[in-house]
């Protein structure tokens, strides 16, 4: 079994959608929780980041973490057709330079 | 802005050949990696270095060296590469210690084996 579960899609909404991305982990230890995004062939870029438990709202994205369940989200609220790209949540343990990546949801949204 | 550049976007190279990948980031960071990333296996971490000099094997070190001479720059070398070395290859740094910033990735190249 794998440290960081991802459904890797591929999603496909419609434009002004809510969207709800999520990952499940297995390591209790894993305290840093982050979302990236990766346009097609480019980086990724760091989209959110949240420490221990709760939820960080950023504009239209959400980041939900649920300690008691080994899961985390990312909401997306009115998507636009920019917001096509793979998003991959990361985490680590305190102290840990290291990240842990999940496979990396595809997601599209369709004009 | 933080940035990290990676020397080619595109790379073509023949089986055998030896094949230097540069990363440079210009944040200061302590901590720099080198990732391959390849459809349905996500991204794997090959080497990362947490100080000059200093190197640590990753998931899939089988294959690739690493050489960090100054603070700024991180070369990932392929000593005799192969066709299953064709893949996406992407650097990344972050500061030391503690961290709630993540790290920061390069543009990534596309290495082609033939």
């Known amino acids: 079994q794998k440290e960081v579960e991802q459904d890797p899609g591929p999603l496909s909404v419609p434009e002004g959608a809510i969207v709800s991305l999520n990952c499940t982990y297995s390591n209790s230890a894993f305290q840093y929780f982050m979302w990236y995004r990766q346009y097609s062939r480019k980086g990724p870029e760091l989209l959110m980041y949240t420490y221990s438990s709760g939820n960080k709202e950023d504009g239209r994205f959400t980041a939900q973490v649920d300690k008691s369940s080994k899961y985390i989200s990312l909401f997306i609220r009115d998507s636009q057709p920019s917001d096509s790209a793979t998003y991959l949540c990361?985490?680590?343990?305190?102290?840990?330079?290291?990240?842990?990546f999940g496979q990396g949801t595809r997601l599209t949204i369709n004009p | 802005d933080v940035k990290v550049t990676q020397s080619s976007r595109y790379l073509v190279k023949r089986t055998g050949e030896k094949v230097f990948l540069e990363c440079v980031q210009d944040m200061d960071h302590e901590n720099m990696f080198w990732y391959r990333q390849d459809p349905g296996l996500g991204l794997r971490l090959i080497y990362f270095s947490y100080d000059v000099k200093m190197k640590e094997k990753g998931d899939i070190p089988e294959g690739y060296s690493v050489s960090r001479e100054k603070k700024e720059r991180f070369s990932l070398i392929l000593e005799s590469a192969s066709t299953n070395q064709t893949s996406m290859y992407l650097c990344?740094?972050?500061?030391?210690?503690?961290?709630?910033?993540?790290?920061?990735f390069g543009p990534g190249t596309r290495l082609t084996v033939t």
């Open positions: 990361a985490m680590s343990s305190q102290g840990a330079q290291k990240l842990v």
């Open positions: 990344a740094s972050s500061p030391g210690g503690v961290s709630l910033s993540g790290q920061y």
